[in-house]
């Protein structure tokens, strides 16, 4: 293998990139914005900035990592708040860097490479893809590409790093000890594959109800359905991402209106293990309260399959690889049945746990899941599950409905059902299953 390349004077000129003189001192760069979005073939981070921006990006691992220096910027992470996760994209987070500049960090889902797609004056764009099972083994354990990205003729080039990093998990906001590798190669628009660790990671799709021009139920005192349910699904999804093995993926990350189809199609185009959409109450008597937790009825079910059994052309990536586009009339409706038999078995039993830890928080309207054909509980191949966290036009409800530490409680207790359903049904492949299968070794081996 030969040593690692580095970039030089003379290689940067015949690159057609001017470089500034020596005593020109870098002038701090304003990030004006931090962006993430779902893209074809995965997910995109975009970051706008006031001018023309050095850059490093790498990789590492446990947790994956797509980490970004920003060599010459200024980020007041004060008013400007960093997005949520999306996609491939799992947490993100942020810090001053040793010596100057900031430090982003993407913590991502294993078998995931980046690259990027754009560097301009004004403007950085990194792409975030899956690794094809076809890269093979080396191609998820090559050391991290790092080389500055140069945006235009006069840019200020960032060194290359090379100090190696440590396997030290350190903690959030940024850890020091996230230092990029030794450079292995030099490219303007490099790839950086994300090592696979030990299983996947478990993802859960988060969907707040109604939103943008749909503000959904309204409450006594005028609070909307839309808004009380984006803050508990962030909350959520907060604490989904802090759980080992786990991701959220948020179906409404922000306040827009989502179509219902579109929602279960961002869960499966994510490949979520579960959906769960939150909810608030409405009927017109305001003394009713208490919470209820609802799955895909028999009927809703049946209308579904014959729905995905006339359009199966458009059915081909059923989770698990199977595709019913090649399948006679018989066997399509076959593997679909038992597609969605599996997943309303799941969906129950998920429920049930869920149910049982909203009782521990507040009132609980019916004591047992209820059953309905709401839309967004028709994918055939994810458990799904529709929780109504109260009554917003119970004037109680709705106060409570509107504090931010009742919204907590709501997502804890939600987390706890999650967490209870995957401990005790664990998917296999999965890393959650091999922690549970570790933890289980060693107590026999004791």
Do not use: C
């Not at 073939?41 to 990789?59: C, S």
């Not at 969605?340 to 899941?369: C, D, H, P, W, Y």
């Not at 959650?432 to 060693?442: F, G, I, K, P, V």
């Amino acid at each position: 293998m030969d040593a690692p390349l580095r970039l030089s004077a003379a290689l940067l000129v015949a690159l057609g990139v001017s470089l500034p003189p020596a005593h020109a001192a870098a002038r701090p760069t304003a990030v004006r914005s931090v962006s993430l979005k779902t893209v074809a073939g995965g997910t995109q981070i975009d970051l706008a900035v006031d001018g023309v921006v050095a850059n490093n990006l790498f990789t590492l691992p446990a947790p994956d990592r797509v980490v970004l220096d920003l060599s010459t910027a200024a980020f007041d992470a004060r008013r400007v708040a960093l997005p949520t996760a999306v996609g491939l994209v799992r947490r993100v987070r942020s810090g001053p860097r040793d010596g100057g500049g900031w430090r982003f960090v993407f913590e991502v889902d294993p078998r995931t490479e980046a690259h990027r797609v754009e560097a301009g004056a004004g403007h950085l764009r990194i792409q975030l893809s899956p690794v094809s099972e076809s890269a093979g083994e080396s191609a998820t354990r090559t050391p991290a590409v790092t080389a500055p990205a140069v945006a235009t003729a006069g840019a200020s080039v960032a060194p290359i790093e090379s100090s190696p990093p440590t396997e030290r998990v350190a903690s959030a906001p940024v850890a020091a000890s996230e230092n990029p590798p030794p450079a292995k190669a030099v490219s303007v628009k490099s790839t950086v594959p994300v090592g696979a660790g030990r299983g996947r990671v478990l993802t859960i799709a988060v969907d707040a109800g109604h939103g943008g021009d749909d503000p959904g139920a309204s409450g006594p005192d005028g609070t909307h359905e839309k808004d009380v349910t984006l803050a508990i699904a962030r909350e959520l999804a907060s604490r989904i991402n802090a759980e080992p093995g786990m991701r959220a993926v948020l179906t409404r990350p922000d306040d827009h209106f989502v179509p219902l189809r579109e929602r279960i199609n961002r869960a499966r185009h994510a490949q979520a293990d579960l959906f769960v959409s939150v909810h608030a109450d409405a009927v017109p008597d305001h003394s009713v309260s208490g919470a209820s937790v609802y799955v895909l009825s028999a009927r809703g079910a049946t209308n579904e399959a014959a729905k995905w059994l006339a359009d199966r052309e458009n059915a081909a990536d059923l989770v698990g690889g199977v595709s019913l586009d090649d399948k006679d009339n018989v066997l399509a409706s076959v593997l679909l049945d038992l597609s969605q038999s599996a997943a309303m078995s799941a969906s129950m039993f998920a429920a049930e746990k869920v149910l049982s830890e909203l009782n521990t928080v507040g009132e609980i309207r019916k004591t047992k899941v209820q059953q309905a054909g709401f839309v967004v509980l028709k994918s055939p191949d994810i458990p799904s599950m529709l929780i109504e966290t109260a009554y917003i036009t119970n004037p109680g409800e709705e106060k409570r409905l509107r504090d931010e530490r009742y919204q907590q409680k709501l997502a804890g207790a939600i987390l706890a059902g999650i967490r209870n359903y995957f401990h005790e049904s664990p998917l296999p492949g999965t890393r959650l299953a091999a922690l549970r299968s570790e933890n289980s070794t060693d107590v026999r081996t004791r």
